[in-house]
């Protein structure tokens, strides 16, 4: 019977629903959410569950404090840590993380688990040391987690907007990251899936790939970022298709070491140079229908007429995409 009770009892906790934990900022109603004021994200995201929903209640979410999460020799100060959980973090129009008071901090810290995280603005998280091994000014740093980044901001910061280090698998659609440091930081055998995304005016590189990291890249635009599009060193690969590569310095695509790139039906136009790759090497490929010709982007980046379309990124009705952040790339699937 014992046996019998504890079954039962592992039955029941599967079928607990999960929660939806609603969050205001400061100054907000108390009566529209369970939790408010400046430490109310990280309240909520610890007694979060499995599947939980944390809710943020549009307004402005000041770092107030911080959790500390070590990684190798660094430690990642975190205004938000959420730490071995599977559970969503969703903004509704108009949640915005700020770091501009307090303490300085990086935006969330993910750390182990499965974490969504949709719908949010993060932005002003600034440095108290640009090169010491406390990592603040940071906009999502994961570690050895799978994450899925839907319909986010990040700007105005002052190291990486996006890192993956470790085991990390990103997901990443419909984001937008610009006015910053270094955009997308890979490491170690971290993979990034990017799609239907714009990153553009960084003073750094719009993805930086290390050791044995991959980026995966659909349907995405970088413009005028300052120290190279894309860049690949060590090992790490990157593939980027139907995309736009627009006015980058010093170069569209650089590689170095053992690094490798790949390029096809895309559009390479304005950029201080189009490639580097060592010497000797072939380590970057164009491949079919890359265009150096000016695109005469809109302001949302479509393009007049859609001359790109990779047939296997394909949409929703098996139809191929083009550039545009109203169309579905392949990796829009996996979110």
Partial sequence: MRSLGVLFGLLLSFAVPAKTLVVCATGQPRAQC???GPHAIQTA?????????????????SAAAFTDVPYKKYVIRGYVAIRNKRISVVGEPGAILDGSGGPPVSAIVVEGGEVSLRGLALR???????????????????????ATLSELT????????????????LVASRIRIQDGHVAIWLEESAHLHLCNSIVRNNDSAGIAAYANSAANVYNSVF????????????????FVTNSLLLHNSPYAVRVVGNARA??????????????SEPEGKHSIRWGKQV???????????????????????RGPRGNPTTVGLSEVAACTSLL
């Fill in 34 to 36: 369970e939790h408010a």
């Fill in 45 to 61: 995201v610890d007694r979060a569950g499995d599947g939980d929903v944390v809710l943020l209640r549009a307004g402005t979410y």
């Fill in 124 to 146: 002003n998280f600034r440095a108290g040391d640009a090169e010491d091994d406390l990592y603040e000014g940071h906009g999502v740093f994961v570690i050895d987690a799978a």
């Fill in 154 to 169: 990040i700007e105005k910061y002052a190291k990486m907007a996006l890192t993956g280090r470790g085991t990390t698998r």
């Fill in 223 to 238: 413009d005028r970022n300052q120290d190279d599009g894309v860049y690949g060193e060590d090992d790490a690969s990157i």
């Fill in 262 to 275: 790949w390029v096809g039906h895309s559009i390479a136009f304005g950029n201080a140079a189009k490639s």
């Fill in 291 to 313: 265009s150096e010709v000016d695109p005469r982007v809109k302001l949302d980046y479509s393009l007049p007429q859609p001359p790109l379309g990779d047939p296997d990124v």
